[in-house]
T-cell receptor, first 114, second 112 residues
Framework: DARVTQTPRHKVTEMGQEVTMRCQPI?????VFWYRQTMMQGLELLAY????????DSGMPKDRFSAEMPDATLATLKIQPSEPRDSAVYFC????????????FGNGTRLTVT | GESVGLHLPTLSVQEGDNSIINCAYS??????FIWYKQESGKGPQFIID?????DKRQGQRVTVLLNKTVKHLSLQIAATQPGDSAVYFC???????????FGGGTRVLVKP
């Protein structure tokens, strides 16, 4: 089965350090999404790419977060500097870019910032 | 695994019974809806979807019902099994191109 792959699965870091999370979308999918999941906020959309171009990153704190797609097989989400409030599970999802097709999610990166 | 919310509504179901999970959506312009299942330590997994031109769709042991008049979506699971224990999310597509907005989730606990 084709699947979205995320690395690392777990990351523990100290406040102030840079964190990079990676995602390999499903081959042939042209949309990539980053979501954050916390106990209090549920699933929040952070950023959204179509054909590697960022379309919407309004959910992302711009001063410390950045999302890129260096190529069609890799999406990255960086936090610099990280803060304890960034602790969450970060999910990447990819899709066909059609309004009536589902997104497929990876198993997430659990980030803990101490 | 992930705890997706201490305040999630919880549905306790006896193994073998049917489950019904409800979801209200707010945007009458939404035209595509999906149910996802999330197990501990995993990402949301697609279960079933429905377009706004339909009011019912069936899959294997699952049925989704859409009532556009009252903006309500439900997921019915037949003969619930222990493996169905998870958090279930509804999601709506509010704009063209796959951009989904998720509901808060419902935890289903299956009692043996």
């Amino acid at each position: 089965d084709a699947r979205v792959t995320q690395t690392p699965r777990h990351k523990v870091t100290e406040m102030g350090q840079e964190v990079t999370m990676r995602c390999q979308p499903i081959l042939g999918h042209n949309t990539v999404f980053w979501y954050r999941q916390t106990m209090m906020q549920g699933l929040e959309l952070l950023a959204y790419f179509r054909n590697r171009a960022p379309l919407d990153d309004s959910g992302m704190p711009k001063d410390r977060f950045s999302a890129e797609m260096p190529d069609a097989t890799l999406a990255t989400l960086k936090i610099q500097p990280s803060e304890p409030r960034d602790s969450a599970v970060y999910f990447c999802a990819s899709g066909l870019g059609q309004g009536d097709s589902p997104l497929h999610f990876g198993n997430g990166t659990r980030l803990t910032v101490t | 695994g992930e705890s997706v919310g201490l305040h999630l509504p919880t549905l306790s179901v006896q193994e073998g019974d049917n489950s019904i999970i409800n979801c209200a959506y707010s945007n009458s312009a939404s035209d595509y809806f999906i149910w996802y299942k999330q197990e501990s330590g995993k990402g949301p997994q697609f279960i079933i979807d429905i377009r706004s031109n339909m009011d019912k769709r069936q899959g294997q042991r699952v049925t989704v019902l859409l009532n556009k008049t009252v903006k309500h979506l439900s997921l019915q699971i037949a003969a619930t099994q222990p493996g169905d224990s998870a958090v279930y999310f509804c999601a709506e597509n509010r704009a063209a191109g796959n951009k989904l907005t998720f509901g808060g989730g419902t935890r289903v606990l299956v009692k043996p």
